[in-house]
């Protein structure tokens, strides 16, 4: 449902949270129109909302790093430490035990601490994470540092889209949403072929000191500028006085929804699961793609790390034109499952069959090629899903609810990286292991992308799990 708010007809007045919430409920995601001035439905300023949204999306380009770092020092820790691509692979699946784990702990985080203090610590903790490998080195150091870094942040995901989530009314929820999942894209395009110079050049020890500098220096500016949005409710609570509670916004007077319904709708199940499998290809990929392109293709190291981008440049494209296509057809009127369900799952599908046949490939542009565009065409799954699960818990449940979707996402990532390394020791060539491992990862995705075709639907799910609701456009 939408919000249609008494200020659209462009006076250019900032409109009152309560004036939105008074304004009559049309039908669902009708089209509406923004108010103007550079204000929001409910108030809010729309360059203040764009600019914390990229705050949060440096913050999770920083996150990406810290996963992808294992990839780019993969070949150099391997040769040091005198491990095994087994052993490698074992690291990058554990990260995904702890990451998995933590993922759970994102409401309570939310209800312990405010979103500025909660994402602090959290980013502390992975600049903390880097150093340990910097004054000793060796296996045992190199799992637990990375239990720890999974462990930390497990509960990132679900608290950046809640924060990002805050300053955008869910019609136009999937361009931010974009913008945090490819914040990936935008880490392996602009940050890995950095870190790649900086492993080739100085070491890979220096590789790790630079995300620790950058986590605390991301910390300083979050301090320094954010503040809650008014889309959804603040985790901590406090008490308030009656004018507080008449400029209340909405996402504080929706009644909870008890959490088994929302674990069990068939949205949910079915979402969580395509995640899942997708996300088996993307940790996959930030642990064993630079290997792949220089043990399985006979790229160089350089050249591989540049590389390490294409997926990306590709996931990224799509997933910001899947999700702006998406905000505007759906605040028009068109409808919600097709665009965040039908689009994404169909677009998983394509890359089921081209992952398929990678292992009958043999020129290594064309495996390159390949792996990109079906990389590409998985990702956009990520922001149009975290949209439609978003939708059918109650603001104040956001938190916990992605928390737990995420960290049942991250569960591909525990198991995949450790059989990819299994699957490449026991090949008869490298590149004919991680073809193999790819093909399996695309047949498992596409058999989740069905799934969700047949069984997920936000809008009926929504209306079942939240009858009264008071959304905006």
């Given at each position: 449902m939408t919000v249609t708010?008494?200020?659209?007809?462009?006076?250019?007045?900032?409109?009152?949270?309560?004036?939105?919430?008074?304004?009559?409920?049309?039908?669902?995601?009708e089209s509406v129109p923004t108010p103007r001035g550079g204000y929001g439905p409910l108030g809010e300023r729309r360059l203040t909302a764009w600019g914390l949204t990229?705050?949060?999306?440096?913050?999770?380009?920083?996150?990406?790093?810290?996963?992808?770092?294992?990839?780019?020092?993969?070949?150099?820790?391997r040769v040091e430490l005198g491990l095994t691509?087994?052993?490698?692979?074992?690291?990058?699946?554990?990260?995904?035990?702890?990451?998995?784990?933590?993922?759970?702990?994102?409401?309570?985080l939310n209800r312990w601490m405010t979103l500025r203090w909660s994402l602090v610590l959290l980013g502390l903790c992975w600049a903390a994470a880097m150093l340990p490998m910097i004054a000793v080195a060796g296996f045992a150091v190199l799992l637990i540092s990375r239990l720890f870094l999974g462990l930390?942040?497990?509960?990132?995901?679900?608290?950046?889209?809640?924060?990002?989530?805050?300053?955008?009314?869910?019609?136009?929820?999937?361009?931010?949403?974009?913008?945090?999942?490819?914040?990936?894209?935008?880490?392996?395009?602009?940050?890995?072929?950095?870190?790649?110079?900086?492993?080739?050049?100085?070491?890979?020890?220096?590789?790790?000191?630079?995300?620790?500098?950058?986590?605390?220096?991301?910390?300083?500016?979050?301090?320094?500028?954010?503040?809650?949005?008014?889309?959804i409710a603040s985790g901590k609570t406090k008490k308030v006085d009656d004018t507080e509670k008449a400029e209340a916004?909405?996402?504080?007077?929706?009644?909870?929804?008890?959490?088994?319904?929302?674990?069990?709708?068939?949205?949910?199940?079915?979402g969580a699961l395509l995640v899942m499998s997708v996300y088996a290809l993307?940790?996959?990929?930030?642990?064993?793609l630079p290997s792949y392109f220089e043990d399985g293709l006979g790229y160089?190291?350089?050249?591989?790390?540049?590389?390490?981008?294409?997926?990306?440049i590709v996931g990224l494209a799509l997933m910001l034109l899947s999700s702006v296509t998406s905000d505007r057809m759906i605040t028009k009127g068109a409808s919600p499952r097709v665009l965040r369900i039908?689009?994404?799952?169909?677009?998983?599908?394509?890359?089921?069959?081209?992952?398929?046949?990678?292992?009958?490939?043999?020129?290594?542009?064309?495996?390159?090629?390949?792996?990109?565009?079906?990389?590409?065409?998985?990702?956009?799954?990520?922001?149009?899903?975290?949209?439609?699960?978003?939708?059918?818990?109650?603001?104040?449940?956001?938190?916990?609810t992605l928390g737990v979707f995420l960290a049942i996402m991250a569960i591909g990532g525990l198991v995949a990286p450790y059989a990819t390394g299994v699957i490449v020791d026991a090949a008869a060539t490298p590149a004919e292991g991680y073809a193999t491992a790819f093909q399996v990862l695309g047949l498992v995705a596409s058999v989740c992308a069905v799934l969700a075709l047949v069984f997920a639907n936000p809008v009926r799910d929504r209306k079942r799990l939240r009858p009264n609701a008071v959304l905006t456009a």
């Open positions: 708010t008494a200020s659209g007809s462009g006076s250019g007045r900032k409109p009152s949270a309560s004036a939105a919430a008074d304004a009559p409920i049309t039908s669902d995601f990229s705050l949060l999306v440096s913050l999770y380009v920083i996150n990406y790093a810290d996963k992808a770092v294992l990839g780019i020092i993969a070949k150099p820790l691509a087994a052993q490698i692979g074992l690291v990058g699946s554990l990260f995904f035990l702890t990451f998995t784990i933590g993922g759970f702990f994102a409401g309570l930390a942040e497990g509960p990132s995901s679900a608290l950046l889209h809640t924060a990002a989530y805050a300053w955008h009314p869910p019609a136009r929820r999937a361009l931010p949403g974009a913008l945090l999942a490819g914040s990936a894209s935008i880490s392996k395009i602009a940050i890995a072929p950095l870190l790649t110079v900086i492993t080739v050049s100085f070491g890979w020890r220096w590789a790790l000191f630079s995300l620790a500098a950058a986590g605390m220096v991301w910390a300083v500016a979050w301090l320094t500028v954010w503040r809650p949005g008014p889309y916004s909405p996402a504080d007077a929706e009644p909870a929804t008890p959490w088994i319904k929302i674990f069990l709708a068939p949205t949910f199940i079915t993307v940790s996959v990929v930030l642990t064993w160089s190291q350089l050249q591989s790390g540049s590389m390490f981008a294409f997926p990306s039908v689009v994404p799952s169909v677009g998983v599908l394509i890359s089921g069959v081209l992952l398929f046949l990678l292992p009958s490939i043999s020129a290594p542009i064309v495996c390159v090629l390949i792996l990109s565009v079906g990389y590409g065409f998985a990702a956009m799954v990520f922001p149009l899903l975290n949209a439609a699960v978003a939708e059918i818990c109650p603001p104040r449940q956001t938190a916990g």
